[in-house]
């Protein structure tokens, strides 16, 4: 809850864009933050969790980040998980070891003889690979559902956030106290039904959150200048059903290497709902910023068929069991969000007032969620994040300088340039 000292500047309409499970952190910790008079709304083009949050693995690993700048976003999130899934009834979360994996033949006989090993080998890599080893023994590594947490936040707060099915089309703004700022006063969003003028979402803050569409933020705020360079990597995966004979399903991850007989890198993570879902399938598509902004696989986003086969080969290699008994839940296909250094964008847009970012957090967007929520809710409400150092995820780090004429221009309300 904000301070009696912050609780003035406390924005009243929050609209989160996006809600995915970085958007609906988002939403979930500024609902912790503040009061039942600040409105919060979670506008989704979809549903919750209908792109990546939906379809990705959830694996999160505490220690590997470590010497990087995401390092803080690691432990922060991962320490942050356990007691947030209990607070929400979240029952996918769990702790589980992880196993590296080449390919071969003789590697499972030569790892079983290995002590401190054999305990990490599932009942169901009984196959033929190679080399084995372990990478986590369940201490720093876990798994999440993201598709069930984000629906558990939803429910917990469902008496502060309201979800509106709609597409952000822009944002509207007045102009601000200081020469040179504006401050947000609306979103505008279309639903599949509208035919003429945007709808109106009341608003003094804005946090787009949406994923690779985020980068059609660039458009949006009218003056800022901000460039939001990124690459949607399209992937496929797939999640097999568990094996009839079998009453539970072993709780081990591998990461395998690269199997050139199938073009595959497979991720391998058993849930406890004894489904094993499966990425790292290979023949990933590359989609550019203006098809992203055009709504590129917002709506359908659809596997490969092709690596799909590829993927079920490689897997069956490695287990006889699903070899001869496995049968596919489903196949399915999602984009992350890719700027070129490979680091979200988290901070405010330059100009604006109430106007901020939480996008592009690459392959670890599930495994960060909670961190980068309570790192934006602090900068909204506080005015900074005491949790997380922002600044190598500054939104304006591709951002050119503006031509000479420009004056009075702020940066993270920091005076740049020439001043009048």
Known sequence: MASASTAASVPKNIVVVGGGIQGTSVAYQLAKRTSPSTKIVLLESEKPASAASGKGGGFMARSWGNGSPTERLHHVAFDMYGQLAAEVGCTSYRKLPVLSVSPGYDGIKLAQKKKGLSSLMPSWLDGKVGRIGALGDGQDTAQITPKEFVN???EQQEQRIQVVKGTCVGVESDQGSQRGTRKVTAVQYQTSEDTH???LLPADCVVVSAGPWSCAAEDWFRGSGVQLPMEGVKSTSIVWKKPSHMETVDGTALFCGEDDRFGTHLEVYPRPDNTIYICG??????ISKEDLKGGAFRSQCDAKEQRVEAAMASFQEMSSVYKQEGELDRSQACMRPCPPDAMPYMGPIPGYKGAFINAGHNCWGIAWAPACGLAMAELIVDGESSTIDLAPFDPCRFTPNLS????????????????W
């Open 281 to 286: 399938i290979g023949g990933s598509d590359y």
């Open 404 to 419: 000479r004429g420009s004056r009075g221009r702020k940066r993270q309300g920091q005076d740049v340039g020439e001043q």
């Open 152 to 154: 558990a936040m939803l």
């Open 197 to 199: 003028e945007p709808l």
